[in-house]
């Protein structure tokens, strides 16, 4: 895996089961219960994403299959118990579909996933057309990141940049994704900077700074 930041393209899931429109009902259950997803784009054309349907979107069939709403639900699950009756993928979609560019910034992805409460996104180009599929368990692959490799970051990327002369040697440990930072520097203002910039860093959890300042001692000769 690249050197942070990562993007959904490092993650996503590149081999993805879809559905047309006119998919039925059953084989859209079957494919996500061979598949073992929750959700599956929605495509028409050359594969571009018009929709996604997912087991929410399912559920009212059976929650309603031998129920008589009353007014009240009839009015408040409207869309629910449209779901009910549909007989197809484009009758049971959500649309538009909520999706991502392949070359957006996890945290990018993460947000859209929060934000709309789903756990999976389709991965789409310029044009529209699906490229993969990210998920919530795609976004943490980057915390299995080994931790020399994040140490090797830590060091090029941020330290030896914002303290190319220390007073003393600055020692990179990463332990649990943890990474801490021990040494002494001329200016401590930079230390707040230096901790945003390795939690920024892809696969850390957290950081602890033990850097204090020092100055280079004279010769007594």
């Excluded at 409207?78 to 009756?85: E, I, P, T, V, Y």
């Excluded at 009758?91 to 993460?110: F, G, I, Q």
């Excluded at 490799?149 to 303290?163: G, N, P, Q, S, Y």
Aim: glycine share 6%; net charge negative.
């Amino acid at each position: 895996m690249p050197s942070s930041p990562y993007t959904v393209s490092d993650v996503m899931t590149h081999t993805v089961v879809a559905v047309g429109r006119d998919a039925p009902f059953k084989d859209i259950v079957q494919l996500m219960d061979e598949w073992k997803v929750s959700a599956l784009p929605v495509l028409e054309g050359e594969g571009r994403v018009v929709g996604v349907v997912s087991e929410a979107d399912l559920l009212p069939k059976e929650e309603f299959r031998d129920s008589d709403p009353d007014r009240f639900t009839q009015r408040q699950r409207l869309d629910d118990l449209a779901k009910a009756g549909a007989l197809s993928a484009g009758e049971l979609m959500s649309a538009p579909a909520v999706t991502v560019h392949a070359d957006a910034p996890l945290a990018e992805a993460a947000r859209i996933m929060a934000r709309r409460k789903v756990k999976r996104l389709p991965v789409i180009n310029d044009q529209g057309l699906l490229e993969g599929v990210v998920s919530r368990g795609d976004l943490l692959k980057v915390f299995l990141r080994g931790e020399e490799e994040i140490a090797d970051e830590v060091r090029h990327e941020i330290v030896d940049r914002l303290f190319p002369a220390p007073v003393e040697p600055i020692l990179v440990g990463v332990h649990d994704g943890v990474v801490t930072l021990t040494g002494r520097i001329r200016d401590t203002s930079l230390v707040p900077v230096a901790a945003r910039m390795v939690r920024a860093v892809e696969g850390v959890v957290d950081v602890e700074c033990d850097l204090t300042a020092g100055s280079i001692r004279s010769d007594p000769r």
